[in-house]
């Protein structure tokens, strides 16, 4: 049977694609699994140092699987949001930026994977939404928690509470989405944004998503420790020599190893 997650990676960018278009990528067990696999393996992958993560067909991801979860007993359900969470987390904490190309549908789950990247890049085509009160049960993962850390309390309950789905358009206005370019465009502007990413030392970008993710969730004199420490372990790298010493001898983008 043909893999639903296909993992793609040349010249240190790995391309996580979801393909399952007839069910417009929408999240079950299986799909949870290939995800989770796929992101295990490229955290083992020393040479990867940016991913883009999209959706074959239509969508990006048309959320949780409806039909896999319609019968399930609360139990279950709680069983299915914690693997979903588990799974994100493993994406949210990926030591290297990811970078969610949504090429269309990214409703409910669809949507809260998105928020689970560092950057959101969508086609014109795209439109997101979190219409799980439609369907009679909330968010399951994260978007009762990460929509509004995203685009604000206000926007968040607004799309929560309404289930509306919106275009490309207004979650850019909103900040869910960071670019909105023509669908012809959207995976040479994520290969350019993620071979931009891959240029810089790579030690430091991870450093800087660590104190981003976990600088927010902390009273800021914590996050500001954090960062001061990440700060000081960057000079402990080969590549903090190489960046400071090509800017004094006047040379564009040194070869940053990594180290
Ligand atoms: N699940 C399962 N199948 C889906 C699906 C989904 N989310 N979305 C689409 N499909 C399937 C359709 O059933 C259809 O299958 P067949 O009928 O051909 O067998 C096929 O994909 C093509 O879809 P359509 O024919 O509907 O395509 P259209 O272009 O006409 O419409 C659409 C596209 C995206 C507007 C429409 O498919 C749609 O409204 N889909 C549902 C979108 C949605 O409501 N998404 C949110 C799902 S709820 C939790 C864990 C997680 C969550 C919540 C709680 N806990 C465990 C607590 C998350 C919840 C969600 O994500």
């Not at 890049?121 to 979190?130: N, P």
Request: include cysteine.
């Amino acid at each position: 049977m043909a893999e639903i997650v296909k993992v793609h990676v040349e010249a240190g960018l790995a391309m996580v694609t979801i393909d399952r278009p007839e069910a417009l990528n929408a999240l079950n067990d299986e799909t949870l699994a290939g995800l989770e696999a796929a992101f295990t393996a490229l955290g083992n992958d020393k040479s990867v140092r940016a991913v883009i993560l999209t959706g074959a067909g239509k969508a990006f991801v048309a959320g949780a699987d409806i039909k896999a979860m319609a019968e399930n007993t609360p139990r279950e359900a709680r069983a299915f949001a914690r693997r979903g969470h588990q799974v994100f987390s493993l994406i949210e904490d990926f030591p290297h930026p990811v970078i969610a190309a949504v090429n269309g549908f990214a409703l409910g789950g669809g949507c809260e994977l998105a928020m689970a990247c560092d950057l959101r890049i969508a086609s014109e085509k795209a439109r997101a939404g979190q219409p799980e009160v439609k369907l009679g049960i909330t968010p399951g993962w994260g978007g009762t928690q990460r929509l509004p850390r995203i685009v604000g309390r206000s926007a968040a309950k607004y799309l929560l509470f309404t289930g509306e789905v919106i275009t490309a358009a207004r979650a850019l206005e909103l900040g869910l989405f960071d670019e909105v370019v023509a669908p012809e465009q959207l995976l040479p502007r994520c290969l350019e944004i993620a071979k931009t990413i891959a240029a810089r030392a790579p030690v430091a970008v991870s450093y800087c998503k660590a104190a981003i993710n976990q600088g927010v969730e902390a009273p800021l004199a914590q996050g500001l420790s954090f960062e001061s420490e990440l700060f000081a372990q960057t000079f402990a790298t080969a590549d903090q020599k190489t960046g400071m010493m090509a800017f004094i001898e006047k040379r564009e983008d040194p070869p940053f190893q990594g180290i």
